[in-house]
Structures are given as structure tokens and as C-alpha cells.
């Protein structure tokens, strides 16, 4: 299995969240399913139904965060040294050439993607045109409005 880029925040919050449904969701889901066979005929019972429904959800969870954790490649940003180049966990502050408008993203891993954020994927257009750019450059994103023109500001490793 190919690893995956994710960074060190990014794999925190997998844990987290591979933590939780490991101590609180499925612990309930399995109280839920005892209660709901207690009540007689699981034929027609909508409750087992839907608490069996929810642990498969839950088991299915459980499995593809351990597997995107155990392919995971943890990049810590702070860490890195890519001479001011744009590279995976860089945060790149961005100026439209058009309008002047000034926006910064982080380049993340697919799970940690939130473009409200500012964290966008590594295999987004964006991020793709930026990859390898450094202070200064002009990057050529192509985007559904056409294409935009963005001047690399500044390039941070936090």
C-alpha cells in the first residue's frame, strides 16, 4: 500500500477520532443492540435494526481510519526545509493578480482538506499549480471561472 501524506495535526485528529469510536461509540452501539434484543422479537424490531445498522457504520469506520493511520506518512511542517519552496504542509499566502484579493492555504492531506479553513488537498488544482513554487513566482491555477493567476507571497512552514 502506497503511503499517504497527512500532517502531524491531521494524524492527531484521525487518532482522536479513531479514540472515540473505539471507547465512547462502540461501547454504546453495543449497549444499544443488548437493550434492543431484550425487547422480544427481533423481526420486527426497528431498533436492533438500526443499532446493528450503526455498529456495522461504526466497524466500517474503525477500519478505514486504522488503515489511512497505518499508510500514513505523518509530515510535521514545522520541521521542514524546503528553501522557501512550496512543498506538501507549506502555507503559502497567495495574491490574485487580477484583483489584488490575498488568500493563504496550508496544503494537506485529502482527510484534513477544509478550504473554509484554508487547508487545501495536495491533489487539488491549487495546490497541484503551487507545488514546487517559490516567493515570488506566479502560479497558474486552473479553476471553473478559467483561468486565475496568483503571485506566491510568502511561504511558511508552521
Do not use: C
Not at 481510519?65 to 526545509?81: F, H, M, R
Amino acid at each position: 500500500m502506497a503511503t499517504i501524506p497527512i500532517t502531524k495535526r491531521g494524524a492527531e485528529t484521525l487518532k482522536a477520532e479513531l479514540h472515540k469510536l473505539k471507547t465512547v461509540d462502540r461501547p454504546w452501539v453495543i449497549n444499544a443492540i443488548a437493550e434492543a434484543r431484550a425487547q422480544g422479537d427481533l423481526s420486527e424490531n426497528a431498533e436492533y435494526e438500526s443499532a446493528k445498522d450503526r455498529q456495522g457504520f461504526i466497524e466500517g469506520r474503525i477500519q478505514e481510519v486504522e488503515g489511512k493511520l497505518s499508510a500514513a506518512q505523518i509530515i510535521d511542517p514545522t520541521e521542514l526545509d524546503a528553501g522557501g519552496r512550496v512543498v506538501f504542509g507549506a502555507t503559502v499566502k497567495l495574491e490574485d493578480e487580477d484583483t489584488g484579493d490575498q488568500v493563504t492555504y496550508q496544503i494537506v492531506g485529502e482527510d484534513e482538506a477544509d478550504i473554509k479553513l484554508g487547508l487545501v488537498n495536495i491533489s487539488s488544482p491549487i495546490a497541484r499549480a503551487l507545488i514546487g513554487k517559490e516567493q515570488g513566482d506566479t502560479a497558474e491555477v486552473q479553476a471553473p471561472g478559467g483561468v486565475k493567476h496568483y503571485e506566491v507571497v510568502t511561504v511558511s512552514y508552521i
